[in-house]
């Protein structure tokens, strides 16, 4: 998927998600460029309504790794914290993050 597919796929999500408010950025990035191990990353500016969404590229997903969350499933689930943002907990560890995480 390129890079303009899936910032067309972000706004046609932005918009079932009421969304259309935030200016949403959405980058590709490869294993190394991410933070921690996951599929997906959300940087917020909650007071500037501005969000940088990064999804784990394909190529460094194993073939094993729930074959059936791709690409899409990881950007709607981070799009989902934009909603959420406000409430989240500094510890993820706790119910309430494990709550989130599981919405």
Known sequence: MTQDEIQALAAVWQQRLRLQDWTVEVVIKRRHEMQDHSWG??????????????LLDLADRSQTEQPSHGIET????????LHTRPFEPKDW????GIAIEQM
Do not use: F, M, Y
Request: hydrophobic share 35%; glycine share 4%; proline share 0%.
């Open 41 to 54: 990353e959300c940087e917020t500016l909650l007071e500037k309504r501005w969000s940088r969404i990064s």
């Open 93 to 96: 560890d706790g119910a309430k």
């Open 74 to 81: 990881t950007l709607v689930h981070e799009l989902l914290h």
